[in-house]
């Protein structure tokens, strides 16, 4: 198959692959460019561990071609902290109310409440929990998850 040359702005900065057009997404995300937060689970767009931000919106990393997005602005869980000892206030959020155990849930998790609070800076608990609901955390239960995105919805606001 011919590879094809394309080009992204991952975390702020150009970056470029060259990839068989069958390449996933998250594929390149973690063997390319070695963003390795981004996990992978089940890649078939179920569980919601490989979710990036593409131009600011959630997607399922696993159900796209990375040829598919050449050319858009992708964010990974790697850019979310501000500065290596500073986190983004839905990591301290999800630190401070225990919204993780194992871990693996927790980039994608993180980036959906991101992108949720960004458009919804003054949730309902419900809201938040269908603003979660493509997003499986197998160790939590998820009240603490829900629990931490609200405490980040009000350092945020
Ligand atoms: S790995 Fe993509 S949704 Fe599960
Ligand atoms: S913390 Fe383990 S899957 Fe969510």
Known sequence: MTSQEITLTVNGRARRATVE???LLCDVIRQDW???GTHVGCEQGVCGACTILLNGRP???CLLFAVQVDGARIETIESLAPEPDRLHPVQE???EKHG????FCTPGMVLTAKAFLEQTPNPTDDEIRTAID???????GYVFIVD?????AEAMR
Do not use: D, E, Y
């Open 21 to 23: 057009p069958r390449k």
């Open 34 to 36: 070695r963003l390795t």
């Open 59 to 61: 997607v399922r990393s």
């Open 93 to 95: 959020a999800f630190w």
């Open 100 to 103: 993780l155990q194992c871990g």
């Open 134 to 140: 493509g997003n499986i955390c197998r160790c939590t």
């Open 148 to 152: 931490a995105i609200r405490a980040a």
